[in-house]
């Protein structure tokens, strides 16, 4: 057999070793001083990087099946191998991407070169590289579309659980404003229509983003709405005590709602309120501002809460903003949600309350 033909299937074994991570047979073909001049990111250009290398891919890759489809022996005790590689990727990480359970396929041109029956110097030309870096770009694809999904779900449950109308108050001016943020939040608002017609003000923030906020939001409107017909009391306080017990027994326990609920009686113009962690509205009277403050832990967070409940009276031309956290981020590039209804009081001949227009 000629010294060209020796060289071949050297280089054969040397393959077929590689497909099998037959470390072994690595060390025994290799020279002391093997260079490998295309090694991966992170591995060492010389044997115990090389070897490396391949342990790593076959604890990544199952099933491979190697096609050498051909092979020359040139000058200066070099062989140059064309080859076609199919492997499954199902073990692990590679190059960033994640394992898909699909086949993955690539080419190469492979140099060796031989000296006294060891191989000394490898240089590759793949496509394997190149391969994972599109497989990387299409699961980065496939995930910003499931994340774009995800918040049209979430941006869906949202606008359902707001209330469709504002309600009418003869002598006051009801004022909703709400922006959603480019990530949807928990942030919400309710009015709840009782007995004596009486006005019940909700303003609440559900803690995280996306989907499971948004759940927990429409969730906590609808216990609110219930608890306040069911109840159908004079006391706000009351009202969050009860929804807290049922939240907490069914949200996760790293979530929680913060909540201001305030009840009105358009006819006194008393103003009664509780507070579940929130931030507290603002009163303008007077040209001044002042602000409505109340004790009480968020709803869900802790069970048998109790809410410290307090009163104040608006006079005509006096107004009230409630808000959720997202009103102060307005002007920021992310800005997050804000959900902002407002009470005014005015007599018939008095002009709209323009307390929005700083905000808008």
């Excluded at 064309?82 to 190059?95: C, M, N, P, Q, V």
């Excluded at 922006?179 to 229509?193: I, K, Q, S, T, W």
């Amino acid at each position: 057999m000629s010294s060209a033909e020796v060289n071949k299937a050297l280089v054969l074994r040397l393959i077929e070793a590689n497909a099998k991570a037959d470390l072994e047979t690595l060390d025994e073909l290799f020279a002391p001083d093997f260079v490998d001049h295309s090694p991966l990111p992170g591995h060492e250009p010389g044997r115990e990087g090389f070897k490396q290398q391949i342990a790593e891919e076959y604890a990544i890759f199952s099933n491979t099946r190697i096609n050498i489809e051909d092979q020359v022996a040139a000058e200066g005790a070099k062989v140059i191998t064309r080859l076609t590689r199919k492997r499954i990727h199902d073990r692990g990480e590679y190059l960033g991407v994640a394992p898909t359970g699909m086949e993955y396929p690539s080419r190469s041109i492979v140099i060796h070169r031989i000296e006294r029956g060891k191989i000394v110097e490898e240089w590759s030309e793949g496509t394997s590289v190149a391969e994972a870096m599109r497989q990387r770009l299409e699961q980065e694809r496939i995930e910003r579309e499931r994340i774009d999904q995800e918040l049209q779900v979430a941006r869906s449950i949202q606008h359902a659980s707001l209330p469709k109308e504002v309600p009418t108050l003869e002598g006051w001016q009801i004022s909703p404003f709400y922006r959603p943020a480019r990530e949807v939040g928990g942030d919400f608002y309710d009015f709840h229509l009782l007995s004596e017609e009486r006005l019940g003000v909700v303003v609440g923030d559900a803690t995280g983003k996306g989907v499971p906020a948004a759940l927990v939001m429409s969730t906590t409107c609808g216990m609110l709405q219930l608890a306040a017909r069911a109840l159908d009391s004079s006391s706000p306080g009351e009202v969050l005590a009860q929804v807290n017990e049922t939240l907490f027994a069914r949200i996760p326990p790293n979530m929680f709602v913060t909540c201001f609920y305030a009840i009105l009686d358009p006819h006194s113009g008393t103003l009664r309120y509780a507070n579940a962690g929130h931030d507290p509205p603002y009163v303008r009277r007077r040209g001044d501002c002042e602000e409505l403050r109340a004790r009480g832990m968020p709803l869900g967070l802790m069970p048998q809460m109790s809410y410290e409940e307090m009163g104040t009276d608006l006079e005509v031309g006096e107004a009230v903003l409630f808000y959720s956290d997202g009103l102060g981020r307005l002007t920021t590039p992310k800005a997050g949600c804000s959900a902002s209804p407002g009470l005014g009081r005015s007599s018939p001949s008095t002009a709209r309350n323009d307390l929005w227009g700083s905000f808008s």
